[in-house]
């Protein structure tokens, strides 16, 4: 083997990347919406987080992409309880309602 060839990187899914890019490209002062996707991931288990993130706070609506309609079934029986938690992890009233949208996430 030849020791001056470079390393190779570690092989990355494509989503993976976009979403590093994406997150680079947020709006600043957005530090609610990480704090949420913190929370999302903390509250949620592996099976769900793989397939549904939060995306965006608009007035009071949290908006999720989720990767199925089985998975959006699953989170509105959660709806209320999923509220409350990241409520009460973020200390006042942010979170009033979710809504989900269907996209590859």
């Not at 990187?9 to 494509?14: F, Q």
């Not at 989503?15 to 600043?28: E, F, S, V, W």
């Not at 965006?56 to 908006?63: D, F, V």
């Not at 999720?64 to 209320?80: E, F």
Request: glycine share 4%; charged share 25%; with cysteine.
């Amino acid at each position: 083997m030849n020791k001056n060839r470079p390393s190779r990187p570690e092989i990355s899914h494509i989503k993976d990347l976009l979403h590093q890019i994406m997150a680079g490209c947020r709006r600043p002062g957005n530090d609610e919406i990480h704090q949420i996707q913190r929370i999302w991931n903390e509250i949620l288990g592996q099976s769900i987080t793989r397939h549904a993130r939060p995306v965006a706070l608009e007035k009071g609506i949290l908006i999720i992409h989720v990767g199925s309609s089985t998975i959006t079934q699953q989170l509105r029986y959660h709806v209320r309880t999923i509220i409350r938690q990241i409520n009460q992890q973020m200390e006042h009233e942010l979170v009033m309602d979710l809504r989900f949208k269907i996209s590859s996430t």
